[in-house]
């Protein structure tokens, strides 16, 4: 962790990378805003490789197989946990890490995904997460969430999802895993995070803030997280994300003998997981309100 410190009044921002040890476009990012000689020009800025020991075992001839060591880092934040008995080595690292993530009061996760799916924005429940991931501007489709079943994220710990603060956070998922255009994603985000919390000095960002026009944003309202339930899961065809299913009660996939139906129509499936596991998220069910 590397915190820069402006000297001058304004909220600490926290860009954070590798909470998942295969997902390298969050770590690229940070290194461009070190070569790049980023200062904040206000505030506090926390650069952050959060799952260290994960990423030291990446291996490029198994890539997936260093997402965590013992269990999901960003399945770990619930206070129960923290607080209780259960060891694990991703839960020792975020007691570790659990007294700066307090102090923050912006927070951007980056990651990426398994599949080659559009980027997406989740912003939690609060409106103030919507609020910032508009404000960020990129990428187009914003997702309000609740997470998943299986264990709270990092963006949605304490004051994060508490509507009575003022503090945020967001999850960016860039792209696929490794892919270049996930990187480019990564900096661009970062990047309009950092801007629109007013903190690049004029002349950083008339140099590297990114000059393209965006679409106008769109949110996702999930309205269901597919929990597996059996060992036996499995979707009716390979789909990748942000398919668009027109009818309500079209089936998607079985789990055991359940069948797994859209709610309504013009369902979008956000991120149907490859990871088909019990108690884990096979995907999400959203529509579009905005």
């Known amino acids: 962790m590397t915190t820069l410190d402006s000297g001058r009044p304004?909220?600490?921002?926290m860009v954070n990378a590798i909470t998942h040890g295969n997902e390298l476009c969050g770590a690229l990012a940070i290194e461009f805003l070190d070569q790049t000689g980023f200062?904040?020009?206000?505030?506090?800025?926390?650069?952050?490789?959060?799952?260290?020991?994960?990423?030291?075992?990446?291996?490029p001839?198994?890539?997936n197989a260093s997402r965590f060591i013992d269990e999901d880092f960003n399945r770990v934040w619930d206070i129960e946990a923290l607080d209780g008995t259960r060891r694990s080595a991703e839960l020792a690292r975020a007691r570790e890490i659990r007294p700066l993530i307090d102090r923050v009061d912006y927070l951007l996760d980056i990651h990426s995904m398994q599949h080659a799916t559009p980027p997406l924005m989740l912003a939690g429940m609060q409106d103030k997460g919507v609020a910032l991931a508009l404000r960020v501007g990129e990428p187009e489709f914003i997702?309000?969430?609740?997470?998943?079943?299986?264990?709270?994220r990092m963006r949605d710990y304490a004051a994060f999802d508490d509507p009575a603060s003022l503090k945020a956070a967001l999850l960016v998922e860039c792209g696929q895993h490794w892919a270049s255009s996930s990187f480019t994603v990564?900096?661009?985000?970062?990047?309009r995070f950092l801007a629109c919390l007013d903190l690049l000095e004029p002349g950083y960002a008339a140099q590297h803030m990114p000059k393209a026009t965006l679409p106008k944003p769109r949110v996702i309202e999930v309205t269901e997280a597919v929990t597996?339930?059996?060992?036996?899961?499995?979707?009716?065809?390979?789909?990748?994300?942000?398919?668009?299913?027109?009818?309500?009660?079209?089936v998607i996939g079985h789990d055991g003998g359940r069948?797994?139906?859209t709610p309504?129509?013009?369902?979008?499936?956000?991120?149907?997981?490859r990871r088909l596991a019990k108690g884990q998220t096979a995907v999400r069910l959203g529509r579009f309100v905005a």
């Open 143 to 152: 997702v309000r969430d609740q997470g998943h079943a299986a264990g709270r």
């Open 264 to 273: 309504y129509d013009e369902c979008v499936l956000i991120m149907p997981s």
């Open 61 to 63: 001839a198994q890539p």
């Open 186 to 191: 990564a900096r661009d985000v970062t990047l």
């Open 39 to 59: 200062k904040p020009v206000r505030g506090r800025v926390t650069l952050g490789f959060t799952n260290v020991a994960a990423f030291d075992n990446f291996d």
């Open 259 to 261: 069948e797994i139906r």
């Open 10 to 13: 304004g909220p600490h921002a």
């Open 228 to 250: 597996i339930e059996t060992n036996s899961f499995s979707f009716v065809e390979p789909f990748e994300g942000q398919e668009i299913i027109a009818k309500a009660g079209t």
